[in-house]
């Protein structure tokens, strides 16, 4: 592979001069050397490969049981001020950091290959697509990007020989979880990632680009980078409308991502297609529109939970050419499990840290065969329910952006915003409440602005702004809404079905978008009519729904309380923001 891009060598050579590698291999994509690596990785016990008839093309790999997740202590935004990077992320000066790498990453690769892996986040070609160069020291980190991302001769060929390209740097260095660090300079196009093994810190093209330095170059040039799903629903006469959502972790994305329609829709020929599952990029389009497209090329999934019942279509995509990490192993047939796959713990096992145990007996101690935390690295062809625009070059027209969490009586089943002022400002609260499964308190309000909060690229309060910015220049906005699949009856018991069920909701919500149905006005926005959520064949009457629909005035007295609180950390917030918040607290004073 000959790069003629004289800035991509330039920075390889400083690169390699600093972590001295043994040699260098660029990354072409080719099986033929993606087999090799595969092999080499095997030899060494980096991967093992999994049983060739039940998962062909699938490996397994375990990290270190300190690094098995991101970790946000760890992770910075080193703008040139700390203005800049805001109050939501931990910055450092960028030259003290860089003084700080630089000692970490001196001779880091010494006795390894130092991989460069040109890579593009969208289709190469796409006017959404940009291109970033990886170096690393992990064959794993190759083989995870080759599925995340599109790599090889194609995005050699679209990068010229003076275009700018995104830097990232990883080195597995001696995996010192003190000096572990996720960094990024958004001014320098800049990811350097050290002493981790772990793809949410390594794999550079997910969060650390597509997210962190891509929101920073979407305010730049006048686009967003949003971590949200893309689905189109389509009727039965063909056509289809996409949706895109940002959820806070364990609100069901990726089950909402790859939904599959209840009978009641299925058996009129409505189908549902997977677009993205994580990330979206949005522009305006030729139409004055919202366009959307899904800069990754596979899905990054958690694995614990994932099965047949709750998400057949995530679960068929792992079928082939997988890479699973710190799942368990069963060691009878060179196959993986995890907790939620199914009812049947393997009796020969091997737990994700290692040990042989007898799956059964380890769980009934209370111990897990797979890390919570584990994961999943799948192509996206391999989805059964995959857009045919998924590679599409100019992506999808959005209709509307919904916003959502976990709240047991705040937020009703379904809302939307009075315009896109009033809906940037119902992304900019967004919360959510913590459940057992999270360390803490249960019932703790968490704010998480539209998902974003780990993953802006800059000041969030600059961040608000930049979204109030993009709906002043789209001549045909989406409707935005927010939704709530987590409220409970006063026994604590979930009162709406979810899962293939919250199809009805995304229904209401393309009809309001088409002005098919009406609306009530409440405090805080449109509310369905009751009648207007099809309940055909549900266990519920539409007594139940108005309750789901029902606005609590105290409630939201005290969840205008938290969002004035949680305002407060901006000192650069929007005044659209602030009047907003007023129309709320004067609307629930009525």
Not at 282 to 291: A, K
Not at 500 to 514: F, Q, S, T
Request: proline share 5%; net charge negative; with cysteine.
């Amino acid at each position: 592979m000959v790069i003629n891009n004289a800035k991509v060598n330039k920075w390889v050579e400083e690169v390699a001069a600093l972590t001295k590698p043994d040699s260098i291999l660029w990354i072409d994509g080719s099986e033929a050397q993606l087999d090799m690596l595969r092999a080499e990785a095997c030899a060494t016990g980096e991967i093992i490969a999994l049983n060739s008839e039940l998962l062909p093309g699938c490996y397994y790999h375990r990290t270190k049981p300190t690094d098995v997740a991101r970790v946000e202590a760890r992770t910075f935004i080193c703008a040139k001020t700390k203005e800049e990077a805001g109050p939501t992320n931990n910055w450092m000066d960028p030259a003290e950091m860089h003084a700080k790498l630089d000692k970490l990453y001196d001779g880091s690769m010494k006795g390894r290959v130092m991989y460069a892996i040109p890579y593009s986040m969208g289709v190469p070609g796409s006017p959404f697509a940009k291109i970033g160069v990886e170096l690393t020291d992990s064959i794993y980190v190759v083989l995870n990007m080759v599925i995340m991302t599109r790599v090889g001769q194609q995005v050699v060929d679209v990068l010229g020989p003076d275009d700018d390209f995104v830097k990232c740097l990883h080195s597995k260095a001696d995996l010192s979880d003190d000096d572990k660090y996720i960094v990024q300079f958004p001014e320098e196009n800049t990811i350097m990632s050290v002493n981790s093994a772990y793809g949410g810190n390594v794999l550079l093209g997910k969060k650390c680009f597509a997210l962190r330095i891509a929101s920073y170059l979407g305010k730049l040039e006048g686009w967003m980078a949003e971590h949200m799903l893309i689905l189109g629903i389509e009727n039965p006469q063909g056509e289809v409308k996409y949706i895109c959502a940002a959820f806070p972790s364990a609100c069901g994305k990726t089950n909402l991502a790859m939904l599959i329609p209840p009978s009641i829709y299925k058996d009129k020929g409505y189908k549902v297609w997977c677009v993205g599952d994580d990330i979206a990029w949005l522009r305006v389009g030729p139409d004055g529109g919202l366009w959307a497209v899904n800069p990754e090329n596979g899905f990054f999934g958690v694995a614990p939970g994932t099965s047949e019942k709750t998400n057949y279509n995530a679960l068929m995509s792992t079928k082939k050419g997988t890479i699973f990490t710190n799942v368990a192993r069963n060691l009878d047939n060179d196959t993986v499990w995890w907790e939620g796959l199914d009812k049947n713990p393997p009796v020969n096992a091997e737990e994700w840290k290692g040990a042989k145990v007898n799956g059964p007996e380890f769980i009934a101690s209370g111990e897990k065969l797979a890390h919570p935390n584990s994961r999943f690295t799948a192509p996206a062809e391999n989805c059964p329910c995959i857009s045919k625009e998924f590679n599409s070059k100019d992506g999808v027209p959005v209709s509307a952006i919904i916003f959502g969490g976990r709240r047991a009586k705040a937020a009703p089943l379904v809302y939307q915003s009075r315009n896109w002022q009033h809906g940037v400002f119902v992304g900019a609260t967004m919360a959510s409440e913590t459940t057992a499964a999270a360390a803490g308190a249960v019932g703790v309000v968490r704010r998480d602005p539209m998902a974003m909060l780990p993953f802006c690229g800059y000041n969030m309060g600059d961040y608000f702004g930049h979204w109030l910015e993009m709906g002043k220049k789209l001549t045909k906005q989406p409707k935005i809404f927010n939704v709530n699949w987590f409220r409970k009856d006063d026994d604590g018991n979930f009162i709406w079905p979810g899962f293939g069920d919250n199809m009805r909701v995304l229904m209401w919500i393309l009809d309001r978008c088409e002005d098919k149905v009406d609306a009530d006005e409440v405090a805080i926005g449109y509310v369905p009519k009751a009648e207007d959520i099809n309940i055909e064949g549900l266990n519920i009457d539409v007594d139940t729904v108005k309750e789901l629909l029902s606005v609590d005035k105290a409630v939201w007295l005290e969840e205008a309380a938290g969002i004035k609180e949680f305002f407060a950390k901006f000192d650069r917030l929007p005044k659209e923001m602030a009047d907003e918040l007023a129309t709320l607290e004067a609307n629930l004073s009525k």
